[in-house]
């Protein structure tokens, strides 16, 4: 089944044009700081559109096997989708590396809303998960960033 790239949410953007998003995504979560649940849907659409970016050079390189119907089978259609598939053992991720995992899941494990508890961790910024969450993503961005460039 081919798809018509120019309707289609995942084909409609070349890889640069995600990164480019999952930049702005990132600058938008960095600037949303004391928004737990604002910088960590932030972080996590970085990723997501990174990822994006990422099957679409795969694809278009011929890394990528299969009909652009079955990439979005496999990796899903949503942010999240992608990265529960990267976090999941069982997906089979090329072009990316399997040490990339820890990273998806840990921004999946952030929680987008505190605690509501009293406890007050000492040495703790009570950014502190949006700061990490922001900071898992851009590692994500980057690495997907390089994967992209190594296959050009």
Do not use: F
């Not at 702005?24 to 932030?42: D, F, G, I, M, W």
């Not at 990339?100 to 605690?115: D, E, H, T, Y």
């Amino acid at each position: 089944m081919t798809v018509d790239r120019s309707e289609h949410w995942l084909w409609r953007l070349g890889a640069d044009a995600w990164l480019r998003a999952a930049q702005v995504e990132l600058a938008a979560a960095a600037a949303n700081l004391e928004s737990r649940r604002t910088a960590v849907t932030h972080a996590r659409r970085a990723a997501g559109m990174a990822l994006n970016a990422v099957l679409v050079a795969s694809h278009d390189a011929g890394v990528e096997t299969g009909t652009e119907a079955d990439t979005e089978l496999r990796w899903g259609r949503s942010y999240l989708d992608h990265l529960r598939a990267l976090a999941d053992p069982r997906v089979p991720i090329s072009p990316l590396p399997d040490d990339l995992r820890p990273l998806a899941a840990g921004l999946l494990q952030i929680a987008v809303m505190g605690g509501g508890g009293s406890l007050v961790q000492l040495g703790r910024s009570a950014h502190g998960p949006a700061q990490h969450a922001v900071e898992l993503a851009r590692q994500l961005c980057d690495r997907c960033t390089a994967a992209i460039a190594t296959r050009r």
